[in-house]
Structure formats: structure tokens, C-alpha cells
């Protein structure tokens, strides 16, 4: 049972660079969810698509944005990377509002 | 607004002890309340919830109260186990319908042999 999968585990890029996160799931879940979390902060929401199509912007979307591809991947792009964005990127998704949301084992990034 | 507030750690208890997280919430509407548990180097796990007030969540045992008169949601378990160690987190799903979680910053729990 794979659930969401996210690519790559771990990057390390200079401050300027872009990269684009992945995002996959195999459940059929209609919402998917990108957040970032850094310490002392928990959990904060970067971007979500509530369907296929769709996409809004969460709590700190600044320096980001997102490509719901189809109903299965989500992908998270920074086109140049800040140091303020080392954190680790965790990928979600759920079925419906009512559920509790599946996530991926995240992705650590740090900018130099 | 919406908020969650968890008790600070870490926190580090002997094999067997009991253990208790304070999670207190402010919210609008009727929100859902979940605790997430996360093991190292591994995401977010659901470790149980509660839709509506005076609701209990339990699993492995885990168990969680909604109190709505205290907008409490504080996480118990009787006797840890070392393979308990992890961060948990409480979180907030504001009301029926709503798209964002709000988390908590996590507690670090370490049980020692």
C-alpha cells in the first residue's frame, strides 16, 4: 500500500535555484496538500487543491506554486529558491472534507 | 480565529508511566480534532479523532476527550511503551466542510526502558 509518495526524500540547492516537489497518491482522493513544517511551528499549509483542477492558496503560499497534473499528483514548485525555505514539505491528501488527511513521509530541503 | 495551543516538551517518561498532553483549541464553528503521531524520519500518522463534543477517540491505547466546555482535546495513554517515543501533534478541522487543518507545534515524547 504505497499512499502518498513524495519526491525526493532529501535535496539540497543554492539560493537562486529552482526545483519542483513531487507529489503522488494512489487512493482516488479527490483534496491534496502541501505544507511546510519547521520547528517550533508545526504544521502550516502552502497550497491545496480541493479537486482535480482546482488549486488555492494556504496559510504562506509566497515563493510557491503548485500543478494539481491530475487526480493523482500534486507537484510543489519553487522557481528560486530562498534560505528561508529550508524546512521539510510534507504532501497530503483526502477523499473528502470530512476525513482525515493521509501523509507522505516528506521531503527535507535546505538552501544554501 | 482558529488555533491550536499543545502542551511544550519534550517530554521524556519512564517505561510504564502515564502519560498525558495538554492540547486546549479556539475555534468558530464546530470543529474535528485529531491527534497525528509522527515516528523519525516517517510523516503524519492519524492516531485517533473526534467530530463532535464529549466524542471519544481511542486507538493503541490512546485516548482523547473533545471538551467542549474547556476547548480541550488533551491525549492520555496508561502505560507508554519505548516504541511510543515520537512528536505528536493535535490538530483542528476548523467545521464540516472546512479545507485547512490547523496544527499544533508538536511534542516530542521519549520513553525510556
Known amino acids: 500500500n504505497a499512499g502518498v509518495t513524495q519526491t525526493p526524500k532529501f535535496q539540497v540547492l543554492k539560493t537562486g535555484q529552482s526545483m519542483t516537489l513531487q507529489c503522488a497518491q494512489d487512493m482516488n482522493h479527490n483534496s491534496m496538500y502541501w505544507y511546510r513544517q519547521d520547528p517550533g511551528m508545526g504544521l502550516r499549509l502552502i497550497y491545496y487543491?480541493?479537486?482535480?483542477?482546482?488549486?488555492d492558496k494556504g496559510e504562506v503560499p509566497n515563493g510557491y506554486n503548485v500543478s494539481r497534473l491530475n487526480k493523482r499528483e500534486f507537484s510543489l514548485r519553487l522557481e528560486s529558491a530562498a534560505p528561508s525555505q529550508t524546512s521539510v514539505y510534507f504532501c497530503?491528501?483526502?477523499?473528502?472534507?470530512?476525513?482525515?488527511?493521509?501523509f507522505g513521509d516528506g521531503t527535507r530541503l535546505s538552501i544554501l | 480565529g482558529n488555533s491550536v495551543t499543545q502542551m511544550e516538551g519534550p517530554v521524556t517518561l519512564s517505561e510504564e508511566a502515564f502519560l498525558t498532553i495538554n492540547c486546549t483549541y479556539t475555534a468558530t464553528g464546530y470543529p474535528s480534532l485529531f491527534w497525528y503521531v509522527q515516528y523519525p524520519g516517517e510523516g503524519l500518522q492519524l492516531l485517533l479523532k473526534?467530530?463532535?463534543?464529549?466524542d471519544k477517540g481511542s486507538n493503541k491505547g490512546f485516548e482523547a476527550t473533545y471538551r467542549k466546555e474547556t476547548t480541550s482535546f488533551h491525549l492520555e495513554k496508561g502505560s507508554v511503551q519505548v516504541s511510543d517515543s515520537a512528536v505528536y501533534f493535535c490538530a483542528l478541522n476548523p467545521q464540516t466542510g472546512a479545507n485547512n487543518l490547523f496544527f499544533g507545534t508538536g511534542t516530542r515524547l521519549t520513553v525510556i526502558p
Open positions: 473526534a467530530t463532535k463534543a464529549d
Open positions: 487543491s480541493a479537486s482535480e483542477g482546482t488549486t
Open positions: 497530503a491528501s483526502r477523499d473528502n472534507l470530512n476525513q482525515p488527511q493521509h
